[in-house]
């Protein structure tokens, strides 16, 4: 009788736990992040203060999750300051228009 072969093609590979332990890491930090982004939307009076702190961890989350999700941390700097140069030009960009339409609304009246 010949031996049954494997029609499916899968291959059993033993468990990472390096891997796991850092997948497991990343949720924790990014956990964490927004944890503190939640405690400081019920705690602090609205105002320009929370809503930077709200812009720059929103940044370090985006930074994060580029790193580790998109494996951007693994390739070449270049690359990496690439994509977060614009997006902090962009953040810049729109409150700058924000302020300048408030500045030319009230101009107005």
Known sequence: MMAQE???????IPRDSAK??????????L??????????AFTMERGMVLYIIFIVLT???????MMEFMHLGDEVKPLFYSIIVPLIFL????????????DIFLMRW
């Open 59 to 65: 940044i370090v989350k985006a930074k994060y999750i």
């Open 91 to 102: 953040v810049w960009l729109i409150i700058a228009l924000f302020r300048e339409g408030t």
């Open 6 to 12: 494997n029609k499916n093609g899968l291959e059993v």
């Open 31 to 40: 956990l964490a992040v927004t944890a503190v982004e939640f405690l400081l």
């Open 20 to 29: 796991i332990r850092k997948i497991w890491m990343t949720a924790l930090i």
